[in-house]
């Protein structure tokens, strides 16, 4: 090393709290986006809204309880989602709440699909509604949102 070589300024690179417009950032606020749509949509046909889903129906299918509903779980994954859109380095909160609006969309498929076992002849798709579908996808787009880069540098 030269003594020309130690005078050079230095430059170093950091992340800036500035937040980016780039495809990751974009598809989260999508995905943020169409979960929260989806609190607002039926998720059962019927006109069955999450408000009217108790959270219960999860893990018991017969359940006869009726509070607390399924947005004590959907409306902070969806804050979840809405931060993790907006930082700059938000993709670990993307996944978190994808995954988990995953799960609790999943979760609530099976249990439905297991309560309609008791009528033949009737799919599972015939008693799922809008809402449903929308957090579904809402949640797909978070995921991936979360791999793709936030700034369009």
Do not use: C
Not at 20 to 30: E, K, N, R, V
Not at 40 to 49: F, K, M, R, S, T
Not at 99 to 128: C, E, H, M, N, W
């Amino acid at each position: 090393m030269t003594l020309s070589d130690e005078r050079r300024p230095r430059t170093v690179e950091h992340r800036s709290w500035v937040p980016g417009f780039g495809p990751g950032t974009i598809t989260g606020t999508l995905g943020a986006s169409a979960v929260i749509v989806s609190l607002l949509l039926p998720w059962q046909d019927g006109g069955i809204h999450p408000t009217n889903i108790p959270i219960a129906f999860l893990w018991d299918g017969a359940t006869r309880s009726s509070d607390p509903s399924l947005l004590v779980f959907l409306v902070p994954l969806a804050v979840i989602l809405i931060v993790g859109a907006l930082v700059p380095i938000g993709a670990t909160p993307r996944v978190i709440g994808a995954i988990g609006v995953l799960i609790v969309t999943g979760v609530f498929a099976y249990q439905l699909d297991r309560a309609i076992a008791a009528f033949p002849g009737t799919k599972l798709s015939d008693v799922l509604d809008t809402g449903f579908y929308v957090a579904t996808i809402g949640g797909i787009l978070a995921f991936v949102s979360a791999v793709l880069p936030t700034d369009a540098r």
